[in-house]
T-cell receptor, first 115, second 113 residues
Framework: DSGVTQTPKHLITATGQRVTLRCSPRSGDLSVYWYQQSLDQGLQFLIQYYNGEERAKGNILERFSAQQFPDLHSELNLSSLELGDSALYFC??????????????FGPGTRLTVT | GENVEQHPSTLSVQEGDSAVIKCTYSDSASNYFPWYKQELGKRPQLIID?????GEKKDQRIAVTLNKTAKHFSLHITETQPEDSAVYFCAASRSSGYSTLTFGKGTMLLVSP
């Protein structure tokens, strides 16, 4: 157990819908990262937050957005869902910051199925 | 940006053999190189990492080597066991808490009893 939690574990929804994935980082970690892993694909970095502020963006679609709240949990919002959005979505956390450690620890993931 | 290439994509070995997975990176400023193990349907788990100030690091049956001049690093697993079967990902980043990891595409390791 890495200490990073994600809910829900599974999510099944229809095309065109909107869903919200939630992540709570390890105690003491200020940085949260979101990744997408499609079938037979590697880990695609989506977005990073540090202490409530967006720090880096990767291959995140405009239909996707995220935020990190004052209690440091983060939510990833996926809208106008398409079949191709079906994937495992992982959250990872690290202490972060200019002097903090940068080892990333992953949560258990949310498996999204769009039908 | 950083680009990480990983080889091979699949690797089959017999129990007790050694396994080697290799990665190359493009950003000469990268100096943190972690390896993750992902079992089917599970989270990626950090198994070992190396920073650019060392050339090799060992932890029991696993070791990682780094050649900064050639910009490549490798994972070595000795005395493989069936429970080592998983997908292994290498990654690279600059060693800052603000930096992001760039992952290789993964290597599926199959260890046959």
């Amino acid at each position: 157990d890495s200490g990073v939690t994600q809910t829900p574990k599974h999510l099944i929804t229809a095309t065109g819908q909107r869903v919200t994935l939630r992540c709570s980082p390890r105690s003491g970690d200020l940085s949260v990262y979101w990744y997408q892993q499609s079938l037979d694909q590697g880990l695609q970095f989506l977005i990073q937050y540090y202490n409530g502020e967006e720090r880096a963006k990767g291959n995140i679609l405009e239909r996707f957005s995220a935020q990190q709240f004052p209690d440091l949990h983060s939510e990833l919002n996926l809208s106008s869902l398409e079949l191709g959005d079906s994937a495992l979505y992982f959250c990872a956390s690290s202490v972060g910051g200019s002097t903090g450690s940068y080892e990333q620890y992953f949560g258990p993931g949310t498996r999204l199925t769009v039908t | 940006g950083e680009n990480v290439e990983q080889h091979p994509s699949t690797l089959s070995v017999q129990e007790g053999d050694s396994a080697v997975i290799k990665c190359t990176y493009s950003d000469s400023a990268s100096n943190y190189f972690p390896w993750y193990k992902q079992e089917l349907g599970k989270r990626p788990q950090l198994i070992i990492d190396i920073r650019s100030n060392v050339g090799e690091k060992k932890d029991q049956r696993i070791a990682v080597t780094l050649n900064k001049t050639a910009k490549h690093f490798s994972l070595h697993i000795t005395e493989t066991q069936p429970e080592d079967s998983a997908v292994y990902f290498c990654a690279a980043s600059r060693s800052s808490g603000y930096s992001t990891l760039t992952f290789g595409k993964g290597t599926m390791l199959l260890v046959s009893p």
